[in-house]
């Protein structure tokens, strides 16, 4: 049966390179809907500009994690639930697990909130298996550094991006359905140990 699988790791980790070899994976045990979040809809995605961009008037923490579950709530109805109905596989570039690490961690808001509006939103929705790419934060930020122009997130400081890092691992040391991948190790290692495993798990 089709599942929901998500991958999950912070700044510049590889997320989207290592998409696509997954995609490649899962392709062989039928349909592939590949999604991202914030994102995934047109609704959603005008969410993901509101958030991403520099502006004036930012979000201030709560907006901007109310706009996550807002974005993630239009995703989940138009595009996850019936893509898993139709006996697709969704592979989906960020979800909860990032709210939890980002807003939770790097803003310090705690996790009450979240879990409360992850309840509300996604009950019934959970991911199967989260994949999370871990790599010192230094290491990411240099990948992603060639970026000209750095969007709201990206321009968060160091000491941001460690939180968010903790916040990523004490999930994964919690939840039985993360693995941790190392994502510092040269791209051909990280592909052979993804391959390994998730060949293993289906
Ligand atoms: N956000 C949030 O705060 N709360 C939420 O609930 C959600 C999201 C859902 C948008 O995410 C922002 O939204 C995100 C968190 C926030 N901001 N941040 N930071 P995004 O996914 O669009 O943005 P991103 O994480 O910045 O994605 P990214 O920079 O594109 O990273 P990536 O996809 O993980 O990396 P990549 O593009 O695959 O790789 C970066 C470079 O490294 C590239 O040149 C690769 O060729 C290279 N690379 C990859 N792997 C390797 C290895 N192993 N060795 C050497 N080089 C490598």
Same mark, same amino acid.
């Given at each position: 049966?089709?599942?929901?699988?998500? /991958?999950?790791?912070?700044?510049?980790?590889?997320?989207?390179?290592?998409?696509?070899?997954?995609?490649?994976? /899962?392709?062989?045990?039928?349909?592939?809907?590949?999604?991202?979040?914030?994102?995934?809809?047109?609704?959603?995605?005008?969410?993901?500009?509101?958030?991403?961009?520099?502006?004036?008037?930012?979000?201030? #923490?709560?907006?901007?994690?109310?706009?996550?579950?807002?974005?993630?709530?239009?995703?989940?109805?138009?595009?996850?639930?019936?893509?898993?109905?139709?006996?697709?596989?969704?592979?989906?570039?960020?979800?909860?697990?990032?709210?939890?690490?980002?807003?939770?961690?790097?803003?310090?808001?705690?996790?009450?909130?979240?879990?409360?509006?992850?309840?509300?939103?996604?009950?019934?929705?959970?991911?199967?298996?989260?994949?999370?790419?871990?790599? #010192?934060?230094?290491?990411?930020?240099?990948?992603?550094?060639?970026?000209?122009? #750095?969007?709201?997130?990206?321009?968060?400081?160091?000491?941001?991006?460690?939180?968010?890092?903790?916040?990523?691992?004490?999930?994964?040391?919690?939840?039985?359905?993360?693995?941790?991948?190392?994502?510092?190790? #040269?791209?051909?290692?990280?592909?052979?140990?993804?391959?390994?495993?998730?060949?293993?798990?289906?």
């Amino acid at each position: 049966m089709a599942k929901f699988i998500v /991958l999950e790791g912070s700044e510049g980790v590889g997320k989207s390179t290592n998409l696509a070899l997954i995609a490649d994976i /899962l392709a062989a045990h039928g349909d592939v809907v590949q999604t991202r979040e914030p994102g995934g809809t047109p609704l959603a995605e005008s969410i993901r500009q509101l958030l991403l961009s520099k502006q004036e008037d930012a979000p201030v #923490p709560l907006a901007e994690l109310l706009l996550m579950f807002a974005a993630r709530a239009q995703h989940i109805e138009k595009k996850i639930k019936p893509a898993l109905a139709q006996g697709q596989w969704v592979l989906c570039d960020r979800f909860t697990g990032s709210t939890r690490a980002y807003q939770g961690f790097g803003r310090e808001m705690g996790l009450q909130a979240i879990d409360q509006l992850a309840e509300l939103v996604h009950s019934d929705c959970q991911p199967d298996l989260v994949i999370y790419l871990d790599a #010192p934060v230094e290491v990411g930020l240099q990948r992603a550094g060639q970026r000209s122009q #750095p969007d709201r997130f990206e321009s968060e400081k160091l000491e941001f991006f460690n939180k968010v890092r903790q916040g990523y691992l004490a999930q994964a040391e919690t939840d039985p359905s993360w693995w941790v991948i190392d994502a510092s190790q #040269p791209l051909a290692k990280v592909q052979s140990d993804l391959r390994t495993k998730l060949e293993d798990w289906l």
